[in-house]
């Protein structure tokens, strides 16, 4: 398997623009979890999907950022407008129902950047 | 609500046993598990602690007490590689929901 997979690995933008990142989840995992992780509030939980369905988005910062899924294979993570204090790592993982959430496998992450 | 506590950096010797501690407030929880994340790297799974106990998993293992609300992973043999920082995280139930929420992180360094 190819594990997960995310692009773009690298995001330099400037503030006001929009920013989609995307991720492909493990196939047959169930659940698909969107991170940001910064140097000082660590990794953060914004949104997480049970097939497909947006279960938990009580850290999505704002309505600036809104998140997709419209199939098991694919989900879209928006930031519209961009602003400076949103450059961070994006990581997107995916969990297999049995696991129900424990098991985390992670893709690469996206690096975001805006100036 | 919740929180999670675990040091923030930790140093030990090559070829030594290290322990880091990670203790939580949190209603309705379900268990804990451990994620290393390598600098520059995505963090990787390593083990989860639904009921009390230890459990094994090759050099690494990981403890949990729930009436203590506390649990430690327990890294043997550490090698340089094991330079990394490791993450524990609640599973819990948050409002008919599950969620897992991750601590800051602990920073290992292995020296020589």
């Known amino acids: 398997d190819a594990g997960v997979i995310q692009s773009p690995r690298h995001e330099v933008t400037e503030m006001g623009q929009e920013v989609t990142l995307r991720c492909k989840p493990i196939?047959?995992?169930?659940?698909l979890f969107w991170y940001r992780q910064t140097m000082m509030r660590g990794l953060e939980l914004l949104i997480y999907?049970?097939?497909?369905?947006?279960?938990?988005d009580s850290g999505m910062p704002e309505d600036r950022f809104s998140a997709k899924m419209p199939n098991a294979s694919f989900s879209t993570l928006k930031i519209q407008p961009s602003e400076p204090r949103d450059s961070a790592v994006y990581f997107c993982?995916?969990?297999?129902?049995?696991?129900?959430?424990?098991?985390?496998?992670f893709g690469p992450g996206t690096r975001l950047t805006v100036t | 609500g919740q929180s999670l506590e675990q040091p923030s950096e930790v140093t030990a010797v090559e070829g030594a046993i290290v322990q880091i501690n990670c203790t939580y407030q949190?209603?309705?929880?379900?268990?804990l598990s451990w994620y290393q994340q390598h600098d520059g790297g995505a963090p990787t799974f390593l083990s989860y602690?639904?009921?009390?106990g230890l459990e094994e998993t090759g050099r690494f293992s990981s403890f949990l007490s729930r009436s203590d609300s506390y649990g430690y992973l327990l890294l043997q043999e550490l090698q340089m590689k094991d330079s990394a920082s490791y993450f524990c995280?609640?599973?819990?139930?948050?409002?008919?929901?599950?969620?897992?929420?991750f601590g800051i992180g602990t920073k290992l360094q292995v020296i020589p």
């Open positions: 196939s047959g995992h169930d659940y």
């Open positions: 995280a609640v599973r819990e139930d948050s409002g008919g929901y599950q969620k897992v929420t």
């Open positions: 602690n639904g009921l009390d």
């Open positions: 993982a995916s969990s297999a129902h049995r696991a129900v959430l424990y098991e985390q496998y």
């Open positions: 949190t209603s309705g929880f379900y268990g």
């Open positions: 999907f049970n097939n497909n369905v947006p279960i938990d």
